[in-house]
Nanobody, 122 residues
Framework: QVQLVESGGGLVQAGGSLRLSCTAS????????VGWFRQAPGKERELVAA????????YYGDSVKGRFTISRDNAKMAVYLQMNSLKPEDTAVYYC???????????????WGQGTQVTVSS
């Protein structure tokens, strides 16, 4: 069992930056792949970025490539999402999610945090 808590959301102007953190409890976190998802009002939840359990593999959605960076620190049981050059369309609730190790980083997430709101003003 893994419990996830997101933090770091807030209100920022377009072009600004935020760093989201996902901290975990549970013995298996260091062997879990982790993804950051987001959901805007009226839209489906989408995978923004993901990182393998070792940090050796990453995935980024097309809309955030070159602007967002995912990283992790297993010793601190944390995963981070550095978001730069933010746009109003990045406004959403951001969720951290985890799953057991796998090859494909875009599917199969089973543990979810409660989310943190990110609002980007124009």
């Amino acid at each position: 069992q893994v419990q996830l808590v997101e933090s770091g959301g807030g209100l920022v102007q377009a072009g600004g930056s935020l760093r989201l953190s996902c901290t975990a409890s549970g013995r298996t976190f260091s062997t879990n792949d982790v993804g950051w998802f987001r959901q805007a009002p009226g839209k489906e939840r989408e995978l923004v970025a993901a990182i393998s359990w070792s940090g050796g593999r990453t995935y980024y959605g097309d809309s955030v490539k070159g602007r967002f960076t995912i990283s992790r620190d297993n010793a601190k049981m944390a995963v981070y999402l550095q978001m730069n050059s933010l746009k109003p369309e990045d406004t959403a609730v951001y969720y951290c999610s985890a799953r057991g190790r796998g090859l494909e980083l875009t599917v199969g997430y089973t543990y979810w945090g409660q989310g943190t709101q990110v609002t980007v003003s124009s």
